[in-house]
């Protein structure tokens, strides 16, 4: 998994220099296509905002994925009790809302801006295709990899019978101990989907923060600077907490979550970095630079709104737990909401 995140990193930092360092002759693009310029737009005082940024979001991501890590000995917050239940759906609405309301949008815009030739761009759906694309290409690698990580345990675990007990499994696909419990192959089974599922939900996190970085760090407007990164720094706090739940839930060992953590809290940082080294040479309706984080966005929105929908909402709604208690589901299903709305509210702002 960090292997993977580590050549996103390259890829975005080679990638997007090469296509967002394009320039057009001023004579070529339309006088709504060309960079904005007075008002809001001042590049010395955008500086100091984008690194209050990344300071303000780098804390507060390593807050909101820590959180749920650190409160593992609270009982209240334990995986088993309803509390945990309860602030997992919240952080669910908050990925769900952060699909639907903040990258779909802004994929469709870009998508679709007139500063794009009408052929092929404006006569075909784009954005909703490669979503549709995302979220099929989800599934397979969702489905793929825990039937790979379920054969490897098979082949690898041994279970020692004693009566009614089963007794310590040790498994050398994921690099950590899996415990089996009075479930047994069930239990082993649930914990390998809990690890496909964080490992799955990084990914798409990892790619989408880099993206919203990016925009961010290469923006020399003021006015939506400072809006922005209070929307960032809510969105990361519990979007953190969502993932930071998978993680526990997955039992890593602590190198392994230290992994994790450590992405997830610099890549939104790490885009705003590389935005601000690209923001002399970033044409924000340039053609390539719409296209790329168009299509980036889609392919992002795709996977979260799937990975929401289904590994985190789904799973838990009509799992045993929440099936068995009808006041249980309908205290989730406002935290939903509440989380969705409030994600969906910081849409007015960024």
Request: hydrophobic fraction near 50%.
């Amino acid at each position: 998994m960090a292997k993977i995140i580590f050549l996103i990193f390259i890829f975005t930092s080679i990638f997007t220099s090469q296509v967002l360092s394009q320039s057009e002759e001023d004579s070529e693009v339309p006088e709504e296509c060309r960079p904005e310029s007075g008002g809001c737009n001042d590049k010395a005082a955008a500086l100091p905002l984008k690194i209050i940024a990344i300071a303000s979001i780098l804390v507060t991501s390593m807050i909101g994925v820590c959180l749920p890590l650190v409160t593992r000995s609270i009982s209240a917050l334990h995986p088993d009790r309803s509390l945990f239940v309860i602030v997992k759906a919240f952080a669910a609405g908050i990925i769900l809302a952060t699909g639907f309301m903040h990258v779909l949008p802004d994929s469709f815009d870009m998508l679709s801006s007139i500063c794009l030739p009408q052929h092929p761009w404006h006569e075909f759906p784009f954005t909703a295709f490669v979503a549709m694309l995302s979220t099929l290409l989800t599934l397979m690698v969702d489905s793929i990899t825990t039937s790979m990580y379920s054969q490897k345990s098979e082949s690898d675990s041994q279970f020692v019978a004693d009566g009614d007990r089963e007794i310590a499994m040790t498994t050398t696909s994921t690099g950590g101990h899996l415990h089996a419990s009075k479930g047994g192959v069930t239990g082993v089974s649930q914990l390998l989907r809990y690890r496909v599922v964080a490992m799955v939900l990084e990914l798409g996190i990892v790619v989408h923060s880099i993206v919203i970085g990016l925009s961010l760090g290469a923006s020399n407007n003021t006015c939506t600077i400072k809006p922005l990164v209070a929307a960032l720094c809510f969105h990361q706090m519990f979007e953190g907490m969502g993932l930071g739940g998978c993680i526990l839930q997955a039992e890593y060992k602590l190198l392994k979550r230290a992994v994790m953590v450590f992405f997830f809290s610099v890549t939104t940082p790490f885009g705003i970095a590389l935005g601000v080294a690209l923001s002399t040479t970033y044409r924000e309706n340039s053609p390539r630079s719409l296209i790329t984080v168009g299509l980036l966005n889609a392919s992002s929105a795709g996977l979260l709104i799937y990975m929401a929908l289904v590994d985190l909402l789904a799973a838990d709604f009509m799992g045993p737990k929440l099936q068995a208690s009808i006041r249980l589901q309908i205290k989730s299903y406002i935290a939903v909401l509440l989380g969705a709305g409030g994600m969906s509210l910081m849409a007015k702002w960024a």
